[in-house]
Each structure stands twice: as C-alpha cells, then as structure tokens.
C-alpha cells in the first residue's frame, strides 16, 4: 500500500513484549499483588542518593562525560572486578554502559554480521533474543536441562554449533530460572568455545543473589577466555538502582573501541548524574548489598513455602539465584497456554505473573515469578491463589 508504514523486517519479526502488556494489564485492575517485576522494591541506598545530589549541586552532570565513562568511576571498577570476579582488568578495557542492557546491546552489535548465530541457554530473558534479531542475527535457542534445575545442556549446545555461529550469550544466575550455572560448566563451555572460535557475552546481572551452595562465577576469569569474553554487569540490582539506568561491561583492550563505535549511537555515553551515583556504591558501605540478599533468600524461602501448599497447581525447582523462579504448571490450561493462563489469573484472582512463553519456546507451560518483594506481597498473592485454586 502507499501510506504503508516502511517497518523493517528484523523489527517486524520481534513479537509484542509479554512482560510488558502484563505490565499494562495489571494497571488495568485495582489492587493488584505482584509478583511480575523484576525490579527491587527497595529504594536505592541513601549514601548513593546524596552523591548523585551532590554532584547535581556542584555543576558537575550537565555535560557529558568520556564516551567510556568517568575515569574514577571506571578505576574502581577494575577493582570491584579484581576483588569480586578475579578478573585482571584495566581502565582502558571498561565501558561504562546505559544498564547491563545497553552494553548487551552494544557488544551484540559489534560482534554480528548479518545471518550470525548466536546460542542461547533457553530459557532465557526475551531482551537477549531481541537483541540478536535487531542486529540482523539468528538466535538459536538450546533448552537447558529443566529437570536437574535447568542446567546447561553442554551436548546440546554443542549440537547446535554451526558455520554460521559467532557467539554464544547467557544470563547467570539466571532471568527467568533463577539457576546459577556451576563453574564447573562454565569450564567446560569455555572448551567447548575455544575449540570452535567462538565469543561469549554474559550477563551478570544477579552476580550478587545467590543462594545455599551455590557461588558466582565469571567466564572471563579463565585466563584463556580473556579475548573471547564480552562480561556485562549493572548497578541495577546490585544496589537498587533500576531507573538510574547504570551499568557496564569488560572486554578485552582490542575490542572495547569497536564496541564503543556501536554505544557512540546508542548512548553517547551513560547518564553523567549516575556515575557519579555508582562510584558512590562501589566507595561506600556494602552491606546494603549483604541486606538485599538476605531479604531475597527469605523472599524465596517464603515463596516456595507457599508453592509447596500448592503442589497440586505448580511444581518447581528452589532457584539458586537471582530474585526469580520459574514453576511449571500443572493445569491442562496452563501447560497449553501460559499467557492465557496468567491473564485469568490476573482477571480472576488478582495476581500478576509473567507468562512463561516470554523467555522462548521452552517456557511454555510455566510463568516467572519475582520475590523481589515484600514477605506481605507474596502472602497477600498466594492467599488469593489458594482461594482461586480452591
């Protein structure tokens, strides 16, 4: 048609945001409990919000920063990554980013060509498969072993590897899962890369939420892996910071300026008012972060309490991080549908969760949830679906 809009194929193929119009449709009923949003519903640390006024009254965020980020705040960055990921990095191999999802962004588009595969453990967040049609690549969505709590499927993976495949991305500790992939496999993905030429991009974003016997660990930490390693982290979770949209990444010194030609566009550089905020959270007190993390394990310690009483509708796996879980539904209803099934119980019981479907093919027949709230909300959500279940 003439007045047809010119929409370009690699948007058209992204599919409405599920989270989102759970978003919008929970705004349409009055009292909702959520349990959808991944995002803390503490507010961010006080000692973090009077340093970014400070800067604000000292003249000292209308302008831009370096396109990389300020140097104070980058130099302590290298030393987070020493002292937490054991990471030998330099200031020259930091790019400061608009949240872990623009850097995600930035470095998915550095690294594609046109038809490049990139592997994704499945499920996974629904932002990173975007990302990868944006740039004109191919995701390749590789189930993880659900049954062992949704593991990485190393024969899988190596399955699906293929001339085209340029890179392979995941989420640890996990979004939607909650899994923390072991180091153990991380090791073995790292041979699995190395002997194919591959590229890793991860996204660390619940790096500090974990849980029981499980630890965090970072891939670019392999000496061997120092080049072929993408390492994306935000402030976002760490310390509540999610509409400060801060966050950064690490790659090797040769691939940080061709990274940096895609953030130039994107960006310019991250907002100048939260770098000086996140140099105030890595040079302040951390045991806000030690609080967070308490308050997650408790959340989720409730919350599978509260599954446990009902194990007629839900069976799940006890995530190992992040503030997310992933039950499967046991409902006819649910296992066909899992977006119709999260609009009625939303309609009907009014609870939002985020349907399953919205983090790949695999998560049909489940829905995440956040325990990223209060032990009021997650009582306040199960009560109403234990009288909607019966």
Partial sequence: MKDAPRISDRVMQIQKSAIHEMTRLSKEVEDVAFLSWAKPTSDTPEHIKEAAISAIKNGLVGGYSETSGLQELREEIVKKLKRDNSIDADVSQILVTVGAIEGLSAAVMALLDPGDEVILPSPTYSTHIRQVIIASGKPVLVPTIEE????????????????????????????????????????QLAEVVLENNLMVITDEAYEYFVYDNHTHFSIASIPEMRKRVVSCYTFTKTYAMTGWRIGYLHA?????????????????????????????????????????????????????????????????????????????????????????????????????????IAFGPTGQGHLRLSFCVSEEMINKAFDRMGKYFG
């Fill in 252 to 356: 090797d010194g040769e691939l940080i300026p061709q990274i940096g030609k895609a953030h130039i566009p994107f960006a310019i550089c991250a907002p100048v008012v939260s770098q000086y905020a996140a140099l105030a959270a890595l040079q302040g007190p951390q045991d806000c972060v030690e609080e967070f993390r308490a308050h997650y394990l408790f959340a989720r310690n409730v919350m599978c309490q509260r599954l446990d009483r009902l194990n007629s509708v839900f069976e799940y796996h006890k995530p190992g991080g992040s503030y997310l879980m992933f039950p499967r539904i046991l409902l006819p209803e649910g296992q066909a549908n899992s977006t119709a099934f999260c609009k009625k119980l939303l309609k009907q019981a009014k609870v939002s969760t985020t349907p399953g």
């Fill in 148 to 187: 062992e709590g949704f593991v990485l499927d190393m024969a899988g993976i190596k399955k699906a590897i293929s001339p085209r495949t340029k890179a392979i991305l995941y989420c640890s500790p996990s979004n939607p899962t909650g899994s923390v992939f072991s180091e153990e496999q991380l090791r």
